[in-house]
């Protein structure tokens, strides 16, 4: 258990579907990771929010839309996806954007596009 | 470009040592980071060096050379539940996290 939960654990949707996905930590951290990890690649980051404050965003495509409403939950908003995004999403915290900081991660969602 | 390169997969026996590498090529660095990911579970943190040397904790170890763009990561007593994929990061200049694609480590009995 490393502080930082995800839901659904699974996920199989179709192309036309929208879902979300949801991350809590229970850290106290300031900010939070949404990564793509696909098999035998490395992780791709895809957005870092620090206080609720989007800062960064790596040329991810607008059908993931992140949302950060405070600074314990991030969510993350599918919707016309392809069947290559899919692949296991985590989420990760840490004290401080800067990444010399550990993170923790969460258990990830397994998503599958039909 | 930024390269993190590591073994796709290694195997071990229990009560055995390995030693995972992983070497970089990074516009600068910040510091390195090992990562423990068991099959569908959360990476956890191992260890993070920032300067030349070796570093123990336990039964894990972790090494840097700095001049070499060179690390390892050496388990020692291994168990069966060490099986696992080792995720290599780096902090580059700008300290930006550049991840390695992960060793798989099979334990055999």
């Known amino acids: 258990e490393t502080g930082v939960t995800q839901t659904p654990r699974h996920l199989v949707m179709g192309m036309t579907n929208k879902k979300s996905l949801k991350c809590e930590q229970h850290?106290?951290?300031?900010?939070m990771y949404w990564y793509k990890q696909s098999a035998k690649k490395p992780l791709e980051l895809m957005f870092v929010y620090s206080l609720e404050e989007r800062v960064e965003n790596n040329s991810v495509p607008s059908r993931f839309s992140p949302e950060c409403p405070n600074s314990s939950h991030l969510f993350l908003h599918l919707h016309t996806l392809q069947p290559e995004d899919s692949a296991l999403y985590l989420c990760?915290?840490?004290?401080?954007?800067?990444?010399?900081?550990?993170?923790?991660f969460g258990p990830g969602t397994r998503l599958t596009v039909l | 470009g930024q390269n993190i390169d590591q073994p796709t997969e290694m195997t071990a026996t229990e009560g055995a040592i390995v030693q995972i590498n992983c070497t970089y090529q990074t516009s600068g660095f910040n510091g390195l980071f090992w990562y423990q990911q068991h099959a569908g579970e959360a990476p956890t943190f191992l260890s993070y060096?920032?300067l030349d040397g070796l570093e123990e904790k336990g039964r894990f170890s972790s090494f840097l050379s700095r001049s070499k763009g060179y690390s390892y990561l050496l388990l020692k007593e291994l168990q069966m539940k060490d099986s696992a994929s080792y995720l290599c990061a780096v902090v580059d200049s700008n300290y930006q996290l550049i991840w390695g694609a992960g060793t798989k480590l099979i334990i055999k009995p």
């Open positions: 060096n920032v």
């Open positions: 990760a915290s840490s004290q401080d954007p800067g990444n010399y900081n550990e993170q923790f």
């Open positions: 850290l106290g951290h300031n900010a």
